[in-house]
């Protein structure tokens, strides 16, 4: 199976702020990388698709990069309904994969 | 899109349950779905999936042999039969629409349902 990794596990951040969240995988899956944000007792929401495709009705202030084993999501200026919990997701093969999960908090 | 599960509940060890998905809001039998679970404070785990025409179906190591994924085109409808449940099995469990991307070569998981909670315990 495919190890996915995040990084940080959680962090504290301000509104405004620039924050970057790590994806690491234990073998190349090209642009497999997905993106989800969750906040407490919902259900995870799409974010970004292949590595960097924005979904339809995510804001623009999020953003996805990379390829191969190195994965970043991006929030360009933290906003307060940001604050949540974001989990890289590998469909590249079966079983599909999760990171652990990074908890984004207020600062 | 509107996905919702039901089926969950309280269930004894090496008992049984059967969850259901109704999907509505996209052509269902356009597409795979999957039932990924979360367990109490945890991060996210895919259960199983299965195609469109439920010619492939996979199951995560930890519930093969116990859990069985179905479909029903004609009612828009996903199953998650659960067998001989242990501790571990206790999750909200999702119910998932699949995608691909304009390439055809990345799928992603695009809608979700909002959950529902099994509880295996004594």
């Known amino acids: 199976d495919i190890q996915l990794t995040q990084s940080p596990s959680s962090l504290s951040a301000s509104v405004g702020d620039r924050v970057t969240i790590s994806c690491r995988t234990s073998?190349?899956?090209?642009?497999?990388l997905n993106w989800y944000q969750q906040k407490p007792g919902k259900a995870p929401k799409l974010l970004i698709f292949a590595a960097s495709s924005l979904q339809s009705g995510v804001p623009s202030r999020f953003s996805g990069s990379g390829s191969g084993t190195d994965f970043t999501l991006t929030i360009t200026s933290l906003q307060p309904e940001d604050f949540a919990t974001y989990h890289c997701q590998q469909s590249f093969s079966t079983p599909q994969t999760f990171g652990q999960g990074t908890k984004v908090e207020f600062k | 899109v509107q996905l919702v599960e039901s089926g969950g509940g309280s269930v004894q060890p090496d008992g049984s349950l059967r969850l259901a998905c109704a999907a509505s809001?996209?052509?269902?039998?356009?597409?795979?779905m999957h039932w990924v679970r979360q367990a109490p404070g945890k991060g996210l785990e895919w259960v199983s999936g299965i195609t469109w025409n439920s010619v492939k179906i996979d199951y995560a190591d930890s519930v093969e042999g116990r859990f069985t994924i179905s479909r029903d085109n004609a009612k828009n409808s996903l199953y998650l039969q659960m067998n001989s449940l242990r501790a571990e099995d206790t999750a909200v469990y999702y119910c998932v629409k699949d995608n691909y991307d304009n390439t055809g070569d990345h799928a992603y998981f695009d809608f979700w349902g909002q959950g529902t909670l099994v509880t295996v315990t004594s």
């Open positions: 809001g996209f052509t269902f039998d356009d597409y795979a």
């Open positions: 073998q190349s899956i090209t642009e497999s």
